[in-house]
């Protein structure tokens, strides 16, 4: 895992909602920024994306800015591609924009190992989260609150030390690229 403190990497990618180049220097906040590594096909994300969504639009009302990235290799899982992203993005109302890291340079600059992972920057761009979106999984029957990142937000909203008690991210495995 990406030690806390660690610096957010910097990148430019395209986005696949508005076909742009993004950069962090420009999508970054100074109430805080957070990047997550999400993809199409993961029964995991795909649990987590309404609640995600909302959870998203909650916290850009305060100032927080939502960053989506997704490395999978789309020769061998097609449905990750730019094209579906988009058409993801549009049908669960991200508010957000959906990066594509052809690559796979940021996310192994993150040290990002699945999707969801989850990783909240504070206003100087160190790093004071990683870990789950909350407790619950496919199938476990516990609500989907974003609860564990929510606590980190508040607590960085309220100039709050985020506690660095954090549960890795569960969820499928980025699928690299074989050389």
Not at 13 to 40: H, R, W, Y
Request: with cysteine.
């Amino acid at each position: 895992m990406l030690p806390l403190g660690t610096k957010a990497p910097d990148f430019e990618l395209p986005d696949s909602v508005s076909g742009t180049t993004k950069s962090l220097q420009e999508l970054a906040s100074p109430q805080g920024t957070v990047i997550m590594f999400i993809c199409n096909h993961c029964p995991f994300v795909k649990h987590v994306n309404t609640g995600l969504a909302q959870l998203a639009a909650d916290y850009q009302a305060k100032g927080i800015t939502f960053v989506a990235i997704s490395a999978n290799d789309v020769d061998n899982y097609p449905a990750d591609g730019p094209q579906y992203m988009k058409e993801l993005a549009i049908t669960e109302g991200f508010t957000f924009p959906y990066l594509y890291d052809e690559t796979q340079e940021v996310a192994r600059a993150y040290h990002a190992a699945c999707t969801p992972d989850f990783y909240l920057f504070d206003a100087e761009l160190s790093l004071v989260y990683r870990g789950q979106f909350d407790g619950s999984r496919p199938g476990n029957d516990i609500p989907v609150t974003g609860k564990d990142l929510r606590q980190a937000l508040d607590q960085i909203l309220k100039g709050q030390s985020v506690t660095e008690d954090q549960i890795p991210s569960i969820g499928c495995n980025i699928k690299w690229k074989v050389a």
